[in-house]
């Protein structure tokens, strides 16, 4: 089965980065692209970026262009999203999440992680 | 950037009732569209792809219907467990992706 499985909870400072993995297992990795969502507290959900895991090709929102970057390990079918320069408005549950085949509708998720920005 | 408008914000709804959701994109997604529902806690459930195809697992209490830049999302009959925040998405135009801001269903 499809799991996608997340890094555990950050605590960061401003002006910090932080790096969030997510592992892929039960599915042929470099056969679908990853996206990040990222959702802040009691908000709505915020579309980040894909990253396709075959070539490493990725595309950014405009919102985070210069300070995400978004980076595959075909070896152990994970990817990561680093985020820099960290203020708080960046304290959000950040999850990664799978399209289903050709659409871009997001049919896995992974359980989320949450990146706490504070001093 | 197509801008994706939820509505109402929060919709009060008693179980058995019917509950009808509505998102409007401010430009044509085609059938482009997917219905997500997500709980406290929990990360977003793709309920609906297409507009109006249920995802694998879905009940046929949900549908999905329209094109262009009205959809709506249709719960038949409430159960417990379906109340939550749903999100639509539209997929025609991006990057990038772009949600709904949510309509919560709580208990009336």
């Known amino acids: 089965q499809v799991q996608l499985v997340q890094s555990g909870a950050e605590v960061k400072k401003p002006g910090a980065s932080v790096k969030v993995s997510c592992k892929a297992s039960?599915?042929?990795?470099?056969?679908?692209?990853m996206h990040w969502v990222r959702q802040a507290p009691g908000q709505g959900l915020e579309w980040m970026g894909i990253?396709?895991?075959?070539?490493?090709?990725?595309s950014y929102a405009q919102k985070f262009q210069g300070r995400v970057t978004m980076t595959r390990d075909t070896s152990t079918s994970t990817v990561y999203m680093e985020l820099s320069s960290l203020r708080s408005e960046d304290t959000a549950v950040y999850y990664c999440?799978?399209?289903?085949?050709?659409?871009?509708?997001?049919?896995?998720w992974g359980q989320g992680t949450l990146v706490t920005v504070s001093s | 950037e197509i801008v994706m408008t939820q509505s109402p914000a929060t919709l009060s709804v008693s179980p058995g009732e019917r509950a009808t959701l509505s998102c409007r994109a401010s430009?044509?997604?085609?059938?482009?569209l997917a219905w997500y529902q997500q709980k406290p806690g929990q990360a977003p459930r793709l309920l609906i792809y297409?507009?109006?195809t249920r995802a694998t697992g879905i009940p046929a209490r949900f549908s999905g219907s329209g094109s262009g830049t009205e959809f709506t999302l249709t719960i038949s009959s409430l159960q417990s467990e379906d109340f939550a925040v749903y999100y639509c998405?539209?997929?025609?135009?991006?990057?990038?992706?772009?949600f709904g801001q949510g309509t919560k269903v709580e208990i009336k």
């Open positions: 430009q044509s997604v085609s059938s482009n």
């Open positions: 998405q539209q997929y025609n135009n991006w990057p990038p992706l772009t």
């Open positions: 990253i396709n895991p075959s070539g490493g090709s990725t």
């Open positions: 297409g507009a109006s």
């Open positions: 039960g599915y042929t990795f470099t056969s679908y692209y």
């Open positions: 999440a799978r399209p289903k085949g050709e659409t871009m509708s997001l049919d896995y």
